[in-house]
């Protein structure tokens, strides 16, 4: 553990003294402020409208800006965000030569694995830590339920852990980082459109592929529902995702 | 302390290294000599199990690199070719990352980092960013991160790759230091360094081994004879070099003489005569009993550069002989 620590402390220092995790948390920020505008906006506007023609439509801030903020942060968080993240974690140590240090240092692969994957994951937090402001003020001005909430950003977690392990699985192929991020996007993307392979092919593989996907894993937690089966679903992503970084760095050894 | 027996490395094409045996002793410094891609690297990235071999064996302090990997890399301080530094971190930081790395803690780890940065010469340096120094500086807090937990055996790859003559000097001297606590592996293609610095020398080409010795033992089994070089000067002016030649040339135990230079009344000869003939006493004798002068007489000291191409030349073929001799005269 003690090495895990030390790996993961190193990696998030190197996050924050490059402009990397800063680039990363404004454009986040951004982002995610604007769709906050965007869906209270058209939550006020249709309060209004409501009021004027005098009908009484239920109105519900859970289910009308958090539910799909949530959505939108895990796509955007999860397509764009990542393959930022993870590109460099191990392609720059190939590239400078630093991976032998870490390799002929006391330590497993499987400790400096999991220690570069928990940085990875400590930043996405804080990224999604910075969407909690605007949800902040609907707490301040409104009463949402907490609980679908905190049940979403489990899931923005739990998601966005599963991809992270992917695109450290991905950085550990290559020494060029460019290649890492694009390839981590290319696999990214396509685990999300696979959800929308079985709206038109009904046969059993349309089906399998269709569950691999990530977010038809997602919808419950959107939905404020904490499935085991989504759960166990992003666990073992991330298990399968650091278990090929694992092999993946071990067969470099016998190749390189 | 270090151990390798058949040790052997395979790649899908060619063989890197190719059976090689060999072992150091405690608190030596060995030079491990050989042209670009005889294998120097392949074998040092075995010892640090950075690279698993594909057959034979190699223990470093008694374990074993494939059977307990963690004991070996705990024992041993490695720098790699290019000194493996991220340029974003600080001396001071990036030697503490990697003292932690190898286990040490608190107050042991601040004192540490304090006495190889003292050892190394880079205190000066201490705060700056890794990134921003230079290429001697680099290879110096490369040479602090192998040393920075103390380990019993150091390897290095080329620590005196690209830096300056006077770099190159104080790098040498800082191995030498070391070498009293550390046994040390050095591996390089510039011949003088080993001569300077190691005691012995391992010589390996095309993954083969070629020769290992200690460098005295090297040059005077290259030798084979003893070659002086002898300055002659007649006492009133001038001396007949043709006379003094074969004056020398009666000595007892002398294969040959050959006039090297004449300038005005002195003569260089050079002098080769039978190995522990000793035959420099009798040269000198004849010389003065003549009534010359003799103003120097040197031996001759023949270079590794000479006992490489011997021993890397035996073994080649005309056409690949040729690449290896101009590495080796770099």
Same mark, same amino acid.
Request: charged share 15%.
């Given at each position: 553990m003690r090495n895990v620590l030390i790996i993961c402390g190193k990696e998030l220092r190197s996050y924050f003294v490059s402009p990397i995790a800063y680039l990363l948390l404004t454009m986040f920020g951004f982002v995610s402020a604007f769709f906050f505008w965007l869906y209270l906006r058209g939550f006020v506007e249709y309060g209004m409208e409501m009021q004027m023609r005098g009908e009484m439509f239920p109105m519900n801030l859970n289910e009308q800006i958090i539910r799909p903020l949530l959505a939108n942060s895990a796509v955007i968080g999860g397509l764009f965000f990542i393959p930022m993240i993870t590109m460099r974690l191990f392609a720059e140590e190939k590239r400078s030569g630093t991976i032998e240090l870490l390799v002929t240092s006391p330590i497993s692969d499987a400790q400096v694995i999991l220690g570069k994957w928990l940085a990875a994951v400590t930043l996405y937090s804080c990224m999604l830590l910075f969407t909690a402001f605007n949800f902040a003020f609907l707490f301040k001005f409104g009463n949402p339920d907490w609980k679908p909430l905190a049940i979403g950003y489990l899931g923005l977690l739990l998601q966005g852990g599963a991809l992270l392990a992917i695109g450290t699985f991905i950085s550990t192929l290559t020494k060029n980082q460019i290649i890492a991020g694009a390839a981590t996007f290319a696999v990214c993307l396509l685990l999300w459109v696979m959800? $929308?392979? $079985?709206e038109f092919e009904m046969s059993k593989w349309a089906q399998v592929l269709s569950y691999m996907s990530v977010n038809s894993h997602f919808e419950s937690f959107e939905k404020g529902l904490l499935d085991s089966k989504d759960s166990i679903f992003y666990a073992s992503m991330i298990f399968l995702g650091l278990f090929l970084s694992a092999r993946s760095m071990e067969s470099l050894r016998w190749r390189s | 302390m270090i151990t390798v027996k058949e040790l052997t490395k395979k790649y899908a094409r060619n063989t890197?290294?190719?059976h090689i045996s060999f072992e150091v002793e405690k608190g030596q410094i060995v030079g491990f000599l050989g042209p670009n891609g005889a294998g120097k690297t392949t074998t040092m990235r075995m010892l640090t199990c950075f690279l698993p071999p594909t057959s034979g064996s190699a223990t470093v302090a008694g374990f074993d690199v494939l059977e307990q990997p963690l004991e070996v890399k705990r024992r041993i301080g490695y720098l790699p070719e290019m000194p493996p530094l991220y340029p974003e971190m600080r001396t001071a930081e990036y030697l503490t990352f990697v003292g932690r790395l190898k286990g040490l803690s608190g107050g042991e780890l601040r004192q540490r980092v304090d006495a190889v940065c003292e050892r190394c010469a880079v205190t000066d340096v201490k705060e700056k960013l890794l990134g921003k120094l230079s290429k001697g500086y680099r290879q110096r807090v490369g040479l602090a991160q192998a040393i920075i937990h103390n380990p019993d055996v150091l390897i290095l790859d080329e620590p005196t790759a690209g830096l300056d003559p006077k770099q190159i000097n104080e790098t040498r001297d800082l191995i030498k230091s070391l070498a009293g606590d550390h046994t040390i592996i050095l591996s390089t293609h510039i011949l003088p360094e080993v001569e300077q610095t190691c005691q012995q020398v391992i010589i390996i080409n095309k993954g083969k081994l070629v020769a290992t010795d200690s460098v005295n033992n090297l040059q005077s089994r290259a030798r084979g004879a003893e070659t002086v070089h002898l300055e002659v000067a007649g006492r009133n002016g001038d001396l007949d070099s043709g006379i003094a030649q074969r004056r020398l040339e009666q000595v007892a135990g002398v294969n040959r003489v050959m006039l090297k230079e004449k300038r005005g009344s002195r003569s260089l000869f050079e002098v080769e005569s039978q190995k522990n003939k000793f035959a420099r006493g009798d040269l000198a004798r004849a010389v003065v009993e003549a009534g010359w002068d003799l103003n120097e007489m040197r031996p001759a000291a023949v270079s590794l550069e000479e006992i490489f191409l011997q021993l890397t030349g035996k073994q080649e073929a005309a056409p690949a002989g040729e690449p290896v001799a101009k590495e080796a005269g770099q």
């Open positions: 959800a $929308s392979v $079985s | 890197a290294v190719d």
